[in-house]
């Protein structure tokens, strides 16, 4: 299985979308384009092939094509079809990835995310069945609405198409989250995740991590890498300096109090640590956030 990994700043685009509707036999065209194009079944089943890989699209499934990768139609569909579809530009460099790490990704999704640390990316699979596919459905009504409703602006459009890619990793990450609690092997990395998570604004190591939860230090940190990507001093360094860039956007903490509220002593330490990470120091990190605020009145 393969993930579709776009960046959603700036927003995607919108070029078209509709809704195809079939009684009689009918295959698709064979075509090469250079936009994305996103499907979801509705009814019958659409079977279309991109490269070699050929897909049968039924209801419940969603399917993401390529640009400039050439796709068509393998077979007819014998009885009535009807499916959403919806071609947009991504303006910035995407990725492809495969199942492996697209979960050490989807673990992150889940265990950083603070108030005011949103996630500027998408992650979707090429092909796969949701279970809340109403909602995916409501989305892309509301879509073709907007799409035809002469909106002054082509940002509404924008937005709701993107707010549909955004539903389509949170389920994807929600599901993958139930799987892993159900499997033995991955629920105590998961409590170790959280335990972490939680546990942010204390002096932690990974030493200290590992004798909470009965691992040998090295075997944990092996695991961790293996599971993430990263290290797990890295982790636990990035979780800090999130909450640290929350404290110093909305409180009015001195750069010594918010250090120590970090779960670091030595505040030199702590400014060193934030500059490699933000490449700016937590007081210019403060100050650009206010004067960016500024000159948005």
Not at 114 to 129: C, K, M, R
Request: overall charge positive; charged content about 20%; glycine content about 4%.
């Amino acid at each position: 299985m393969y993930f579709v990994k776009m960046p959603i700043n700036p927003p995607l685009l919108h070029v078209s979308s509709g809704r195809f509707v079939s009684n009689t036999p009918w295959i698709h065209t064979k075509r090469n384009i250079d936009t994305f194009v996103i499907i979801v079944g509705l009814h019958g089943s659409l079977y279309i092939q991109q490269n070699d890989e050929q897909y049968e699209v039924k209801p419940g499934n969603v399917l993401i094509l390529l640009p400039n990768t050439t796709h068509l139609g393998y077979k007819k569909s014998e009885q009535s079809l009807s499916y959403y579809w919806c071609h947009f530009h991504c303006e910035s460099p995407y990725d492809i990835i495969d199942k492996r790490d697209s979960e050490k990704k989807m673990l992150l999704l889940d265990h950083t995310t603070y108030h005011t640390n949103s996630f500027d990316y998408v992650l979707a699979p090429i092909f796969s069945l949701f279970k809340s596919i109403d909602r995916i459905n409501i989305l892309f009504n509301q879509l073709l609405h907007i799409s035809n409703s002469g909106y002054y602006t082509k940002y509404g459009v924008n937005y709701l198409l993107t707010l549909l890619m955004v539903e389509l990793t949170q389920q994807t990450l929600s599901e993958y989250l139930a799987a892993s609690r159900d499997d033995d092997n991955n629920s105590k990395f998961m409590e170790v995740l959280e335990w972490v998570r939680i546990n942010t604004a204390i002096d932690i190591s990974v030493s200290d991590i590992a004798r909470r939860f009965n691992y040998n230090a090295d075997y944990l940190s092996r695991l961790f890498k293996q599971k993430t990507g990263m290290s797990l001093q890295k982790y636990i360094h990035h979780l800090k300096i999130s909450k640290a860039k929350e404290m110093l956007l909305h409180s009015d903490n001195s750069i010594k109090e918010i250090a120590y509220k970090v779960g670091f002593h030595d505040e030199k330490y702590f400014m060193k640590l934030f500059k490699s990470y933000e490449n700016l120091t937590p007081t210019q990190f403060r100050n650009a956030y206010f004067y960016t605020h500024m000159n948005n009145h």
